[in-house]
């Protein structure tokens, strides 16, 4: 498998060279329903005897006309929106939606988070396509909306194993294939087990009461601030680096102390209520003759649970902007050890790109699928979250930050993840070689 994947390397990076052409940000559908469009017609084009379909939250699939339920079906999954940039934050010669590439890298926004993981799927039903695999129960998914604020596509999903999409009698394995590579010099695949919970509110109140809502709550931190009355110009513009929310913790996050820090009639606002995935790079600071009421977000990425989280906001007036059922992250430790991933992983030996067992910091479509299946799924189901994209560079210069600025993707550590992929499946029998066949 790894001799396949690298002899056609070009491929995958062609596939990922449009994807990130094709801006997608969550905030845009219209333009996220361009990029789909185009795994659509290249899935359409690969997989005559699949069906190809969207469901009710616009997630593209790709079901093979015979599965048999007798034996182990994979999911693939990858998600095709993205988080907005700034542009003015990037290092040049690197823009957000004007990809930039050369023979290390690709760097764009999505490219890792999570493109790369949906070039993979179209560069494996390509090779299927062109006959140098075959492939056996195993199901393609694009997840439409990942990121930001409100409904998760992915739930459609969920909901639908076991009744419109097909589930195994012995074990349904769902691969997420986010960024988890880490490059530099002790490059490695991870595999993640478990990840934390993203739960989001939005309270209101002036500031005198918020920075007393944030001294209640130490796990959550503030991404996004702004006044019912915000001033006409801003005298001051502090800023920061940006960053995912999961990987900036609140002690690091400017904002913090700045809210904390405020009088009662200052002015502030930072970041936007609808990608509160990201620390806010810039944060404004005004004044007023009387206090006014703001509204604040705050994240919380912990493995706190539902009840945990609900004990701390005991008594608050608080506003849910993501669906607290939806948001505890997934745990599958407890029963990784004599799991058929780990006698995998096990028995194959060396990889091109060592495997590292982790868990996610941030949350992803898995724990979205967890969260809205048939709970009596559970014992037949396994998720694990590991894919070719890069994660954050924050020790390289400039840094690559896959939710701020100067996002890339690794091109010899990513296609490396691939081939280590690739042979994962191929040891579960979901594809298989020509010649094997």
């Known amino acids: 498998m790894e001799s396949l994947v690298l002899n056609h390397a070009n491929r995958y990076f062609a596939h990922l060279r449009k994807l990130a052409a094709l801006p997608s940000v969550f905030t845009r559908p219209e333009d996220v329903e361009h990029a789909m469009a185009y795994c659509k017609a290249t899935l359409s084009s690969v997989l005559p005897g699949h069906t190809i379909c969207e469901d009710k939250g616009k997630n593209l699939l790709a079901l093979p006309g015979n599965i048999n339920r007798q034996e182990p079906i994979v999911y693939l999954s990858a998600h095709v929106d993205t988080v907005d940039a700034d542009k003015t934050e990037w290092d040049a010669p690197f823009s957000p939606f004007e990809p930039y590439e050369d023979e290390d890298e690709l760097v764009g926004r999505g490219v890792s988070d999570c493109k790369a993981g949906v070039a993979f799927q179209l560069f494996l039903a390509e090779l299927a396509g062109e006959g140098h695999l075959c492939l056996e129960n195993l199901i393609f998914t694009v997840t439409f909306k990942e990121e930001g604020a409100g409904d998760k596509s992915a739930a459609h999903i969920g909901r639908a194993l076991g009744k419109a999409l097909p589930v195994s009698e012995k074990e349904t394995l769902l691969f997420v294939l986010e960024n988890t590579v880490t490059s ?13 919970s993203n739960f989001v509110i939005e309270v209101t109140g002036p500031l005198a009461e918020l920075r007393g809502t944030l001294d209640r709550l130490p796990s959550w931190n503030p991404v996004c601030i702004y006044p019912d009355t915000p001033p006409e110009s801003w005298p001051e513009v502090l800023t ?58 705050l994240s919380n990425r912990t493995f706190e649970s539902l009840a945990s989280v609900r004990r701390q906001l005991s008594g608050m007036t608080y506003r849910e902007l993501k669906a607290f059922s939806i948001s505890p992250g997934m745990d599958m430790r407890d029963r990784w050890t004599g799991s058929t991933l780990q006698r995998t992983l096990e028995a194959m030996g060396p990889q091109p790109l060592a495997v590292t067992l982790d868990h996610n910091t941030g949350i992803s479509d898995a724990s979205t699928i967890i969260n809205t299946m048939d709970p009596t799924l559970g014992d037949r189901f396994f998720p694990v979250v590991m894919g070719p994209g890069t994660r954050s560079q924050r020790q390289t210069t400039p840094q690559r930050l896959t939710h701020g600025k100067n996002e890339t993707f690794d091109k010899k ?25």
């Open 240 to 297: 920061q680096k940006g960053g995912h929310v999961c990987s900036v913790p609140r002690d690091k996050n400017r904002l913090t102390d700045i809210i904390l820090s405020a009088g009662d009639t200052d002015l502030l606002s930072a970041g936007s209520p609808d990608s509160f995935g990201v620390i806010p790079t810039e944060i404004k600071r005004g004044s007023a003759p009387v206090p006014t009421a703001h509204t604040l977000v």
């Open 413 to 437: 550590t990513g296609i490396q993840a691939t081939a280590t992929l690739f042979n994962i499946l191929n040891r579960l029998d979901v594809i298989r070689s020509k010649q094997k066949r």
């Open 184 to 196: 530099g010099q002790s490059p490695c695949l991870g595999l993640y087990t478990a990840e934390r």
